[in-house]
């Protein structure tokens, strides 16, 4: 039994659509079928989880720009391009730009719902990380100014009584603002709290040039 994940179908073909249709739903995946890209970024929910299938020659928008578009837009969404060309450059252009696979019509059945479940577990681990990252920019929201300068500074690998010297304060007092930045994020160690700076975009405060 398949997760509630979505397989959006994007097609203009409508013999493919039924065919996809046929072997998706054979091997227990929820499918949604869309007949040009305009209709599929007028009618897909971002928010849901899943993967799409798209062909790459289409009248109007093409599957490669309906590619960009989503990158544009910041969906994480996993692409599985089909093509009855089988025109390399394009395939190409697709693996650089993040697409699953490209496969060659007529599909291999075989082939195709592998790269449907490595493109759906690579929607499930960006939905992850994301919601992830949302997790810990909700958790910097907690710290005090005082406490993101002792974070800033905590990154950057001075020990305590460096970056008290740098605040103007006390040893005891960056211990005690260190630890209550290592609780309100949900950090065990200061590789932890370096791996979550990175991930949110903070960069490491500079020690003062005076000492």
């Not at 249709?21 to 079928?33: D, P």
């Not at 479940?117 to 990380?129: M, N, S, W």
């Not at 406490?147 to 304060?169: C, M, P, W, Y």
């Given at each position: ?26 091997a ?12 599929f970024?007028d ?38 391009f089909?093509?009855?060309a089988g ?9 650089k ?10 599909c ?10 490595i ?11 994301n919601?992830d ?20 500074h ?18 005891k ?7 209550r930045?290592?609780?309100?994020l ?18 490491p ?7």
């Amino acid at each position: 039994m398949k997760s509630a994940a979505t397989v959006y179908v994007v097609d203009d073909d409508p013999g493919v659509l039924k065919a996809l249709t046929r072997l998706l739903q054979s091997a227990g995946h929820n499918v949604v079928l869309f007949a040009s890209p305009q209709a599929f970024l007028d009618g897909h929910d971002p928010a849901v989880p899943g993967c799409l299938i798209l062909d790459v020659a289409m009248p109007g928008i093409n599957g490669l720009e309906l590619q960009q578009r989503l990158a544009k837009d910041g969906s994480c969404r996993a692409i599985v391009f089909i093509s009855g060309a089988g025109d390399i450059p394009k395939s190409v252009q697709a693996m650089k730009a993040g697409a699953v696979d490209f496969l060659t019509k007529p599909c291999n059945d075989v082939q195709l719902l592998e790269a449907v479940d490595i493109a759906l577990g690579k929607d499930r681990e960006a939905r992850q990380a994301n919601d992830d990252l949302n997790r810990m920019r909700r958790r910097l929201t907690l710290l005090t100014s005082r406490e993101r300068e002792v974070f800033e500074h905590v990154i950057s690998g001075q020990i305590n009584k460096a970056i008290a010297t740098d605040l103007g304060t006390v040893e005891k007092t960056v211990k005690v603002h260190r630890a209550r930045v290592m609780r309100k994020l949900g950090a065990a160690s200061l590789a932890d709290l370096v791996r979550m700076a990175e991930k949110m975009g903070i960069r490491p405060a500079q020690p003062s040039a005076n000492r």
